[in-house]
């Protein structure tokens, strides 16, 4: 089993920065692969980045890319959100997910914490 934890989410206006952190714990072989995800009132659930936690590897939506950035603490078992420039069609509930493998940029997660809360206003 793998139990995650997402912590920093908030209000925030265009232009501003927050930072997500996702503590994980459980076995370390099914949570390899660690995503972000967000879903927005209305609209389905989508990957936003993903990072291999063993690889190194990152990949990040063009919606989000040169703005955010995935990484990985191994030591402290968490994974993070850096996201700058932030826009108020950014505001979604975003979650943090985790599974095993290495094909780490899908919608097929199985572990997911509760999700945290971003509002970017204009």
């Known amino acids: 089993q793998v139990q995650l934890v997402e912590s920093g989410g908030g209000s925030v206006q265009a232009g501003g920065s927050l930072r997500l952190s996702c503590a994980a714990s459980?076995?370390?072989?099914?949570?390899?692969?660690m995503g972000w995800f967000r879903q927005a009132a209305g609209e389905e659930r989508e990957v936003i980045a993903a990072?291999?936690?063993?690889?190194?590897?990152?990949r990040h939506a063009d919606s989000v890319k040169g703005r955010f950035a995935i990484s990985v603490d191994n030591a402290k078992n968490t994974v993070y959100l850096q996201m700058n420039s932030l826009r108020p069609e950014d505001t979604a509930m975003y979650y943090c997910a985790a599974k095993p493998g290495d094909y780490c940029y899908t919608n097929e997660y199985v572990y997911w914490g509760q999700g945290t809360q971003v509002t970017v206003s204009s």
């Open positions: 990072i291999d936690t063993v690889a190194g590897g990152t």
């Open positions: 459980g076995n370390s072989v099914n949570r390899r692969c």
